[in-house]
T-cell receptor, first 117, second 115 residues
Framework: GAVVSQHPSRVICKSGTSVKIECRSL??????MFWYRQFPKKSLMLMAT?????????EQGVEKDKFLINHASLTLSTLTVTSAHPEDSSFYIC?????????????FGPGTRLLVL | AQTVTQSQPEMSVQEAETVTLSCTYD???????LFWYKQPPSRQMILVIR??????QNATENRFSVNFQKAAKSFSLKISDSQLGDAAMYFC????????????FGPGTRLSVLP
C-alpha cells in the first residue's frame, strides 16, 4: 500500500518555541491531507483539513494562529505548533488522501510525539 | 454530522478464541464507509477492515469479519482464532463518501489477548 511518512517521529522542545512537523506522501500525490491529535489513551480528533494550494480548514476550537498548516506541494503538508506550551504535548497524526483510488483511500502517517517542557 | 460510539473501553480474549467488538454510529450521510483500525503500541494506525455502506454483504479479511446492520447503525468486529499480536487499541470509524472527507473515530476499545 501507499506510504505516508512523518518527521520527526518525536520532538522535545522548550515552552515558547515553535515546532514544525512534516507529513509526506511518498508514492502518490495527495491533494488533501488531514491532521489529527491524539491525547494519551484517547481517540483521534481531527484538527484541520489541509488542501494543496489553499488555506487549511480548521475544526471548531482549534486555533489557526497556533497550529499553522501549509500544504505547498502535492506530497507535503506541514503543521507548525507556534509558541508551544506544555498543554500542546500530544501525539499528532496525519493522513493523506489517495485520489487515484475510487474510494479515495486514506493512509496514515506513523505519528509525531511532541513533548513541550 | 457523524458520531461513532464504542461501548466497551476494554475487552479481553483467550488466545485462539473469538471476540466481538461493538460499534454503533450515527450519520446523516447517505453514502459512507465504515472502518476498523488497529493501533498497536507503536501507535501506527493499521486498517483492519472496511465496509461500504451501500453493500449488504459483510466484509471479511481472513480472521476478521464484520456484522454490519445498517438499519440499526451497528458495525461490530469479530476476531476469530485470536492471536497475541491482535492485542491493541481498536478504533471504529466512519467516513462520508464525499470528496476529501475526514474520518470520525470512536473512543476505542483496548483488546488484551491472554495466553
Amino acid at each position: 500500500g501507499a506510504v505516508v511518512s512523518q518527521h520527526p517521529s518525536r520532538v522535545i522542545c522548550k515552552s515558547g518555541t515553535s515546532v514544525k512537523i512534516e507529513c509526506r506522501s511518498l508514492d502518490f500525490q495527495a491533494t488533501t491531507m488531514f491532521w489529527y491529535r491524539q491525547f494519551p489513551k484517547k481517540s483521534l480528533m481531527l484538527m484541520a483539513t489541509s488542501n494543496e494550494g489553499s488555506k487549511a480548514t480548521y475544526e471548531q476550537g482549534v486555533e489557526k494562529d497556533k497550529f499553522l498548516i501549509n500544504h505547498a506541494s502535492l506530497t507535503l503538508s506541514t503543521l507548525t505548533v507556534t509558541s508551544a506550551h506544555p498543554e500542546d504535548s500530544s501525539f499528532y497524526i496525519c493522513s493523506a488522501r489517495d485520489a487515484r483510488t475510487p474510494e479515495e483511500t486514506q493512509y496514515f502517517g506513523p505519528g509525531t510525539r511532541l513533548l513541550v517542557l | 454530522a457523524q458520531t461513532v460510539t464504542q461501548s466497551q473501553p476494554e475487552m479481553s480474549v483467550q488466545e485462539a478464541e473469538t471476540v466481538t467488538l461493538s460499534c454503533t454510529y450515527d450519520t446523516s450521510e447517505s453514502d459512507y464507509y465504515l472502518f476498523w483500525y488497529k493501533q498497536p503500541p507503536s501507535r501506527q494506525m493499521i486498517l483492519v477492515i472496511r465496509q461500504e455502506a451501500y453493500k449488504q454483504q459483510n466484509a471479511t479479511e481472513n480472521r476478521f469479519s464484520v456484522n454490519f446492520q445498517k438499519a440499526a447503525k451497528s458495525f461490530s468486529l469479530k476476531i476469530s482464532d485470536s492471536q497475541l499480536g491482535d492485542a491493541a487499541m481498536y478504533f471504529c470509524a466512519s467516513r462520508a463518501d464525499n470528496y476529501g472527507q475526514n474520518f470520525v473515530f470512536g473512543p476505542g476499545t483496548r483488546l488484551s489477548v491472554l495466553p
